[in-house]
């Protein structure tokens, strides 16, 4: 099964969906699914629009900055992202805002590039992300199941490609509020630390 439709098929009631970039996402959710996309850049935000006025789909589209979400805290059933953790600066502080949106039980669905399981390539992306990635705003050596599991998310299904370069997650958001921290971010200091490399523990 491609990545994008197993993603799409866990995501139910009001979803959203981090980087949508132009909407090739849009066919893969089921019709029942109350969607709404952000984007950072407004090319993207109008190519989404565009194509789900093609397949005949109410979406809502905003133009915003993933590391300060524009919702309140606990408004979606589920938070997509697609390829696009990897284009952000600081991915912690965006799982982070993720897991603010989603209600209790609610699904986080992920699927990146990431660092891979073998360490001479894993060796080669690290070079690339500090040298090259700072530029070309894209990152390969990141993990972010590890940050999913320090804000304490249960993680329900995870599966890497070959030579682990693509994860895929199925996080869930404890029902009960205790069991995640916090982040405790103001949106200020969200982007003071968006400009900041995340923070990652020792996972090789
Ligand atoms: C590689 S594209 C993937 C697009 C889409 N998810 C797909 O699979 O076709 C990454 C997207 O993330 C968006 N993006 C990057 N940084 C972002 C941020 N800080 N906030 C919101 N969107 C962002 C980019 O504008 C781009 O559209």
Same mark, same amino acid.
């Given at each position: ?7 799409? #098929?866990?995501?139910?009631? =009001? ?11 849009? /066919? %893969? ?11 950072? =850049? ?9 194509e789900?006025?093609?397949?005949g ?9 993933? %590391? ?5 805290? /606990?408004?979606?059933?589920?938070? +997509? ?5 990897c284009?952000?600066?600081n ?5 982070? /805002? ?8 609610? *699904?986080?669905?992920? +699927?990146?590039?990431?660092? *891979? ?7 080669? #992306?690290?070079?690339? =992300? ?47 509020a &205790?069991d995640? &921290? =916090?982040?405790? %971010? ?10 900041? &490399?995340?923070? +990652? /523990?020792?996972?090789?």
């Amino acid at each position: 099964m491609r990545a994008r439709t197993r993603l799409c #098929q866990h995501a139910s009631g =009001d979803v959203l969906e981090i980087g949508i970039g132009s909407g090739e996402g849009l /066919e %893969h959710y089921a019709s029942e699914v109350r969607l709404t996309g952000i984007d950072v =850049d407004p090319q993207a935000v109008e190519a989404a629009r565009l194509e789900a006025q093609r397949l005949g789909r109410s979406i809502v589209v905003v133009e915003g900055d993933a %590391h300060v979400l524009p919702f309140p805290a /606990e408004t979606f059933d589920g938070v +997509v992202c697609f390829r696009a953790l990897c284009e952000v600066a600081n991915e912690a502080i965006v799982i982070e /805002e993720a897991l603010r949106v989603l209600r209790r039980g609610g *699904s986080l669905l992920l +699927v990146d590039h990431v660092a *891979s399981s073998w360490w001479p390539v894993r060796i080669v #992306q690290q070079a690339m =992300d500090r040298m090259v990635a700072p530029s070309t705003g894209e990152f390969r050596a990141r993990r972010p199941i590890q940050h999913i599991r320090r804000l304490g998310a249960e993680i329900v299904e995870s599966q890497r490609s070959w030579a682990g370069l693509t994860e895929y997650v199925w996080a869930r958001k404890p029902q009960t509020a &205790p069991d995640l &921290p =916090d982040p405790g %971010h103001s949106s200020t200091e969200r982007m003071r630390l968006k400009s900041e &490399p995340a923070e +990652v /523990e020792d996972w090789l």
